[in-house]
């Protein structure tokens, strides 16, 4: 075997966790991680992932994973390393753009419940029906009706999809206004990220306070016991990325699971509760 081989195979922190020495996700949030032992950390958390699909395959679990952020809160990326080794047959994204007037007219949660997903799949929203929460809130393209009547009726929609059977995770990505402000920036320079960019990129920014506002009231008016929010902090992409994959596997049961290595970092992902706001947790 070669040293780079041994290297990929069995890196000292990823090790670690396996054998029962601190999990990975103990560092605190500030420290960073090598890209060799983020590649080893991702590459056993993918396998993690394999054993879930081959449960819930063998089980028919519906997941659907919700996963809700500012612009450029590695949405796209976290999505990319969690389905990248899963059976496209049993794994959809769905990421839907601008409906169609016809579509705006009728029952505002129609088109997403076509997406949930079936016996033995599972799905990730990569944005969902939380958009009448954020984006559309904030630019004015709801009213302030609407709005509300999105905010009474979602937990009880969520309740109904529990009730179903569904196993519902929802996430939001929390990133700072200057690490936000770099990646957008970064957008519009890399030619290879121009699709990325938007004029709701520039309104991001400009309206920072009020999608702050928007996201403290759809956190608190929107976190319940049977479809809890979860953040994760969002600064770090690597961290992130490995984090949200941590905590995902830790919530969902599947036999075989390394527990340790799985367990993520309290400093970087965390259940959502009303203190957070006051205590400023949360990106302001």
Known sequence: MSKRKHKKDSPPAAVAAVVGEPAPGAAAASNTISPEDYRAQLHFLQIELVKLQRHFIGCGDK??????????????????????????RETRVVALGKPSDRKRGGWYFQR????????????????????????????????????????????????????????????????????????LADRKRDPLKQWKSSPIDAAALKHWNAYSDARDA?????????????????????????????????????????????????????EFTPECIAAKRLAR
Not at 129 to 158: I, L
Not at 249 to 262: A, C, F, H, I, T
């Open 63 to 88: 997941i659907l994973v919700l996963l809700e952020g500012r612009d450029a809160a590695v949405k796209d990326g976290s999505i990319k390393r969690i389905v990248e080794n899963l059976s496209p």
């Open 112 to 183: 997403y419940v076509a997406q949930l997903p079936v016996a033995e799949e599972l799905v990730l929203f990569n944005r969902s029906w939380y958009n009448r929460a954020g984006v559309e809130h904030v630019m004015g393209f709801c009213t302030k009706d609407e709005h509300e009547e999105f905010m009474q009726s979602v937990p009880k929609f969520e309740e109904m999809l529990v009730n179903s059977g569904i196993k519902l995770l929802k996430y939001y990505l929390d990133i700072g206004k200057g690490e936000q402000t770099r990646r």
């Open 218 to 270: 759809m956190l608190l008016r929107t976190h319940t016991a049977f479809a809890p929010w979860h953040i994760v902090r969002v600064d770090d992409k690597r961290l992130a990325r490995l984090n949200l994959m941590r905590d995902i596997l830790s919530r969902l049961p599947y036999p075989g699971k390394k527990n340790k290595l799985v367990q993520p970092d309290a400093n970087i992902a965390f």
